[in-house]
Nanobody
């Protein structure tokens, strides 16, 4: 059974940093991404790393978010710097396998206090 376990969220002050991780019981991960969903809002994409390509970010987080992956440990990371109150949300990792399967983490809360 596929499992994705996220960790690293929490409460942090404005300007602080957090590192989220998503460990997967999967092999042959092709694409990885991070999304977030604030209360009352739709889920939005915040980082992607597809295959062996370069990472991509929307303008709202570019320069502050960094996505990386460790293929040996089957783990994806999201480093978040210069946190803002508007970054408060539940963060979800998404992994896509080489065969096209898409899997989501359970979500982890990030709260940024002003």
């Amino acid at each position: 059974q596929v499992q994705l376990v996220e960790s690293g969220g929490g409460l942090v002050q404005t300007g602080g940093s957090l590192s989220l991780s998503c460990k997967a019981s999967l092999l042959r991960i092709k694409d990885v991404g991070w999304y977030r969903q604030a209360p009352g809002e739709q889920r939005e994409w915040v980082a992607a790393l597809n295959g062996g390509g370069s990472p991509n970010y929307p303008g709202s987080v570019k320069g502050r978010f960094t996505i990386t992956r460790d293929n040996v440990r089957n783990t994806v990371y999201l480093q978040i710097n210069s946190l803002k109150p508007e970054d408060t949300a539940a963060y979800y990792c998404n992994l896509v396998t080489a065969s096209g399967g898409s899997y989501w983490g359970q979500g982890i809360q990030v709260i940024v206090s002003s």
